[in-house]
């Protein structure tokens, strides 16, 4: 079965630097309200054409999951299951 890890994945496309980790790491040990406000702040950053970008490349990464769905690459899982396995990542 084929799962998706945004972390690792981001990580193995090195997307996130050693130095964005760390600041990755910091950031989620800040208050819920200044993470909303950072999040918030990081999103309106994001220009319209990266913004095309990135919807772009969501659109061929649901082709692709819709692919491995179809070939049997990837199964489904029960809703409940995986809100549980996020839950307790969440926790760790």
């Not at 061929?60 to 839950?87: F, H, N, Y």
Request: with cysteine.
């Amino acid at each position: 079965m084929v799962t998706f890890d945004c972390r690792a994945f981001c990580e193995r496309m090195n997307v996130v630097s050693p130095s964005s980790k760390a600041l990755r790491d910091a950031v989620l040990r800040l208050p819920l309200d200044e993470r909303v406000a950072l999040a918030e702040e990081l999103f309106a950053s994001i220009g319209e054409e990266e913004m095309k970008e990135i919807e772009s490349a969501w659109a061929r990464e649901v082709e692709d999951r819709i692919d491995a769905m179809e070939s049997g690459e990837l199964k489904a899982e029960p809703a409940d299951d995986l809100i549980e396995m996020l839950e307790k990542r969440m926790k760790e």
